[in-house]
């Protein structure tokens, strides 16, 4: 059922979970990969990870009280995927994390899967009071040695916490939802509060049947079937869905144009190969999630609207109750392809960098936007940012910028000449041997992540190289504004029109930035970059 690019022990292990053997195997190369030489140059500093172990999916982010709660897929024991529990995590800023304690672990007869969690601040469900309201956790249980459910049976389960989130417990009456005997690839349950029905709708897939399924409850306990969404042709062999999320936005900021978008995570047939999320706009009437418009059947990934188009963003989840303002995302930023090989240690999985969504008409196409939070912004503003006078490079110049830094906040505008291509090399070597290339080609619209050279690359044949995307540039301008970490760069395109996420292992000392244009002259502006202080 997982995957990974030791698919075949990994996945025995899996169907077998509980025999001796399979475990052993689980054991042995956890152990054998945690004793790799520790990695602190490949530390993201803006994102989280956990300070050992193996993570995957953010789960059930919260705000409350002014702290931010972050639990996620972890296995506390290994550095590959395995028994997994929530691990836990809080801040304040979105930026800097506190790692807690596990929250919900898991045992010998139930492994805890993605989910959501809710603020019930009416105490709706009863399970708190009316002065002390409950938070409760939506997840995946996953049943093995069980005598009342199947070997394997995924089923939604309620965990709930009357102190903030620090402790939390299992709802006497688990599951409360289950689609058994049929029930193996039932999951990730995500709450949304539909204020037009007065209720909550719950999401969840049966992930290899790539469907998602529809649920409303009053009371949060109990709940009753609306709708499936499975878009018509779209079924593809070996592909699952998961961590369905569905959101409502206004096109435009119009509030009398109100859309709903259903984010989805595919595995595989992403845009850049492996695992990948993808999202359809479209109205939901209180039962029914219908697309405003589907690509004709049999089309490629390339005419889906995908969240991101680098490889490194997956299972990507909605901070629940943080008011009115735009809704936050963050997701787990690595790929099934190749995350059980990524070579960090003591810790192996990271989150991307918390994004706020708005949804705008670009080029005639409801396009979902997303920029880093006014968090990120206030940093960066508290940094410092060094502000460059406008360039002009001729065909094959190249200019290096006059600062350095593994951890760099870059934005930058181009504006084409007669250039055919130009760019940014960021975590470039000093010697210019290795760096990670954003390039856009003005003839075609291909704006091209390149970590072919970007440092450490062959740890897995399936970490694919470059990732490519079509973006227009009215009258030959393109904005770029690039997050550059310790071992990732993200890019926000045209104010957050297309993003990119890419994972890169690059030399210790590969803290150089150039600008470039070839085939003819580029002008850039807006050239300014801050260097974090950590
Ligand atoms: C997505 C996923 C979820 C599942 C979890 C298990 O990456 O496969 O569908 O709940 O990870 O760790």
Redo the contacts with the bound molecule.
């Keep these: 059922m997982?995957r990974s690019d030791q698919t075949v022990p990994l996945d025995t292990a899996r169907r077998y979970h509980g025999l001796a053997a399979a475990c052993l195997v689980l054991i042995l190369s956890s152990h054998a990969q945690a004793q790799d030489p520790a990695t602190p140059q490949w530390r993201p500093a803006l994102h989280f990870s956990p300070a050992e172990h193996w993570m995957?999916?953010p789960n059930g982010p919260f705000l409350l009280d002014g702290t931010y709660h972050l639990f996620y897929?972890y296995n506390p024991a290994g550095m590959v995927?395995g028994p997994?529990s929530w691990g836990h995590a809080t801040s304040t800023d979105l930026l800097h994390w506190h790692e807690e304690s596990v929250a919900i672990s898991s045992s010998p007869n139930e492994d805890i899967?993605?989910g959501t969690v809710v603020y019930d601040s009416r105490n709706s469900s009863g399970l708190g009071s009316a002065s002390a309201p409950p938070l409760l956790a939506f997840h995946?249980s996953v049943f093995h040695g069980n005598p009342a459910h199947p070997d394997g049976t995924q089923a939604q389960s309620l965990s709930y916490s009357l102190d903030g989130g620090a402790h939390w417990r299992s709802y006497e009456q688990n599951p409360i939802l289950t689609l058994e005997p049929e029930s193996r690839q039932f999951?990730?349950p995500s709450v949304v509060w539909y204020p037009q029905g007065q209720c909550w709708i719950m999401t969840t897939?049966v992930?290899d049947a790539q469907l998602v399924k529809l649920y409303r409850s009053t009371d949060l306990l109990h709940w009753s079937f609306l709708s499936d969404f499975q878009p018509s042709g779209y079924r593809k062999p070996g592909m699952?869905w998961?961590?369905p999320l569905l959101i409502p936005l206004s096109l435009d900021g119009n509030p009398h144009d109100p859309r709903w978008v259903m984010i989805v995570?595919v595995?595989p047939w992403s845009i850049a190969g492996g695992?990948g999320v993808q999202y359809f706009v479209g109205r939901f009437d209180g039962t029914r999630f219908t697309p405003d418009a589907l690509p004709p059947e049999g089309s490629d990934p390339s005419a889906y609207d995908w969240l991101d188009h680098g490889a490194d963003q997956?299972?990507t989840i909605r901070f629940a109750n943080t008011g009115t303002e735009a809704p936050l995302l963050i997701g787990?930023m690595s790929n099934?392809d190749y995350a059980s090989t990524l070579p960090t240690a003591p810790w192996r999985g990271q989150a991307t960098l918390p994004v706020q969504l708005a949804l705008k008409t670009v080029d005639g196409h409801p396009t979902l936007i997303q920029t880093p939070t006014p968090t990120y912004e206030e940093l960066i503003r508290r940094q410092g940012i060094a502000a460059f006078a406008d360039r002009d490079l001729g065909s094959s110049q190249t200019w290096r910028v006059p600062l350095v830094g593994d951890v760099l906040d870059i934005r930058v505008t181009l504006h084409r000449g007669d250039a055919v291509r130009a760019g940014i090399v960021v975590r470039q070597s000093p010697d210019g041997r290795t760096g990670t290339v954003i390039s856009y080609d003005f003839t075609t619209g291909n704006l091209t992540l390149d970590r072919s050279h970007s440092g450490e690359v062959a740890f897995s044949p399936r970490f694919s190289l470059t990732h490519i995307a079509h973006l227009s540039a009215p009258d030959g301008v393109l904005s770029l504004h690039l997050v550059v970490d310790r071992n990732s760069v993200e890019l926000f395109a045209n104010g957050g029109a297309l993003r990119m996420t890419d994972l890169v292992f690059p030399p210790a000392g590969s803290d150089r930035v150039s600008l470039f244009s070839d085939g003819g002259r580029t002008h850039f502006t807006g050239i300014r970059i801050s260097a974090s202080a950590r």
């Design positions: 997982k995957n999916d897929q995927w997994m899967f993605s995946t999951r990730d897939v992930a699952l998961e961590m995570s595995n695992s997956y299972a787990w099934w």
